[in-house]
């Protein structure tokens, strides 16, 4: 058996023609592990939930290939689709079938036939089993998501694509949900999630995919994507436009956010000290002053050239 659940080789699509074609990827190439979680990390626009799309055989790319569990996509989407649990970006739950008509019917969607009692212990393992009985439209959006997750799960499938798992929940209701996305892993299933949540892709995944534009920028660990892209960040509150300072010893990359200048470095004191000095000869002080540990948002900044927003 394949060491690898999803297996997908320069993948171009686009949307639309002449003047109106928009290139969603341009050339993908990424491989999912079995039964680890994968990230795919990037703005609203960025190809993600489109790689999804194809992946699941929704879309049908212009050109490359793609397996899920050994199985050509493209050759045999239905087949492909079996090995797969699929949560929408926004599942649309009929809002007048009950929770567990819902998970009854998706189900049989995929020919897979539940009885009664294994429903039940499907919506009791997800928190929901008071829900059973309550329509889809009379939920709060933390059940709601609760329940695509049940439905996701509910061909016991060996791979889980979550497209955006956690948008729009409160704190609390998100971190139930990444607890029950990190009992999937342990049961040793693959998933695969999309964010644009920096702290999403840090706590859950044990690899991430930058993608940017259609393109994966890059792909590791979270530990080793910072530790190859970017030093710890000294952050400074100083009244100096970035040409009036010196090629400060150890600085690798010098930016200012809001007001305060952010400098990559390799050596904080070091760079302290001489931004101290630069500041004397213009006559202005260094106040606010901090240094932080780099993370996966200066990683995406440093690849891409811009931060990573939080969707509307």
Not at 187 to 198: L, P
Request: net charge neutral; hydrophobic share 40%; glycine share 8%.
């Amino acid at each position: 058996m394949s060491e690898l659940a999803i297996d997908v080789r320069n993948v171009r699509m686009h949307y639309g023609t002449g003047q109106r074609r928009i290139e969603a990827l341009k050339g993908v190439s990424l491989d999912v592990r079995r039964g680890e979680i994968f990230g795919l990390l990037g703005p609203n626009g960025a190809g993600k939930t489109t790689l999804l799309s194809c992946i699941e055989g929704l879309y049908r790319p212009d050109t490359g290939a793609i397996f899920v569990a050994g199985i050509d996509v493209l050759r045999d989407p239905q087949h492909a689709r079996r090995k797969l649990g699929i949560q929408l970006q926004s599942t649309a739950l009929i809002d007048g079938l009950t929770a567990l008509e819902l998970i009854e019917v998706y189900a049989a969607l995929y020919e897979v036939y539940l009885s009664r009692s294994q429903i039940l212990d499907l919506l009791e393992r997800f928190g929901l089993i008071d829900q059973a009985h309550r329509r889809a439209k009379q939920m709060s959006g933390g059940q709601r998501q609760r329940l695509a997750l049940a439905i996701a799960l509910s061909t016991d499938p060996e791979i889980v694509l979550l497209d955006e798992p956690t948008g729009a929940l409160d704190p609390a209701a998100r971190r139930e949900v990444w607890r029950m996305i990190r009992a999937l892993k342990d049961q040793g299933r693959t998933i695969v999630i999309t964010t644009h949540s920096i702290d999403e892709a840090e706590a859950l995944c044990g690899r991430v995919a930058i993608i940017d534009e259609g393109r994966i920028v890059a792909c590791d660990s979270p530990h080793r994507l910072i530790a190859a892209n970017v030093q710890p960040v000294l952050k400074a509150t100083v009244e100096l436009p970035l040409e009036a300072l010196p090629s400060l010893p150890g600085a690798t990359q010098m930016r200012y956010v809001g007001e305060h200048l952010e400098i990559e470095t390799v050596s904080p004191e070091a760079t302290l000290q001489a931004l101290y000095a630069a500041a004397q000869q213009h006559g202005r002080l260094v106040r606010d002053i901090a240094v932080r540990q780099p993370n996966l948002e200066d990683v995406y900044l440093k690849l891409t050239g811009r931060r990573l927003e939080p969707s509307a």
